[in-house]
T-cell receptor, first 117, second 115 residues
Framework: GENVEQHPSTLSVQEGDSAVIKCTYSDSASNYFPWYKQELGKRPQLIID?????GEKKDQRIAVTLNKTAKHFSLHITETQPEDSAVYFCAASKSRLSNFGNEKLTFGTGTRLTIIP | DAGVIQSPRHEVTEMGQEVTLRCKPI?????LFWYRQTMMRGLELLIY????????DSGMPEDRFSAKMPNASFSTLKIQPSEPRDSAVYFC?????????????FGPGTRLTVL
């Protein structure tokens, strides 16, 4: 089955600096890569996702890059703010072509990001 | 829509008791997932359903765990008998289940403590 590794497990950055979190996956058939943010005591929420037919996607201060050949993808957060402090999870799955249900996500182990004011 | 609804939000029980966790997915979603989250093991998928049919239960720890989805708007996760090592936050998530939308929407979770 799919195996997703995530690094680093903890990351502290000065407010205003950039943060980068990296993940690798093992199954070359995986084609969908979401990132979830989980604030303390809250539920995980999707912040950005990318499919294997694109190499990069941006949404304001957040971007994700994908290297299919190397089987790794990364989350980039620029101009970090205190509210970015949270645990971030990457995940991978094989997206179906049908409209009758999704494949499961395999999650990484999470990165605890702390923004230092 | 109120989002994914889980009940109870907190459950404290004694070892050996039966525990039933409940989930109501977002209306119209075809896929439902049960996860367990602990500090040691992170976020683990226990089982998932597509169109009310269990697809993969390989994450269910052992026979003490069972899950059902009798209809599109309700699912349960049962632990019988419960053990202290089952203490965790259990999340239910649902997804539209279409080829264009894989996003999983998580419920608020049930924090289970087994004494």
């Amino acid at each position: 089955g799919e195996n997703v590794e995530q690094h680093p497990s903890t990351l502290s950055v000065q407010e205003g600096d950039s943060a980068v979190i990296k993940c690798t996956y093992s199954d070359s058939a995986s084609n969908y890569f979401p990132w979830y943010k989980q604030e303390l005591g809250k539920r995980p929420q999707l912040i950005i996702d990318i499919r294997s037919n694109v190499g990069e996607k941006k949404d304001q201060r957040i971007a994700v890059t994908l290297n299919k050949t190397a089987k790794h993808f990364s989350l980039h957060i620029t101009e970090t703010q205190p509210e970015d402090s949270a645990v971030y999870f990457c995940a991978a799955s094989k997206s179906r072509l049908s409209n009758f249900g999704n494949e499961k996500l395999t999650f990484g182990t999470g990165t605890r990001l702390t923004i230092i004011p | 829509d109120a989002g994914v609804i889980q009940s109870p939000r907190h459950e404290v029980t004694e070892m050996g008791q039966e525990v039933t966790l409940r989930c109501k997915p977002i209306s119209g979603h075809n896929s439902l997932f049960w996860y367990r989250q602990t500090m040691m093991r992170g976020l683990e998928l226990l089982i998932y359903f597509n169109n009310n049919v269990p697809i993969d239960d390989s994450g269910m720890p052992e026979d003490r765990f069972s899950a059902k989805m009798p209809n599109a708007s309700f699912s349960t996760l049962k632990i019988q008998p419960s053990e202290p090592r089952d203490s965790a936050v259990y999340f239910c998530a649902s997804s539209p289940g279409t080829s264009r939308n894989n996003e999983q929407f998580f419920g608020p979770g049930t924090r289970l403590t087994v004494l």
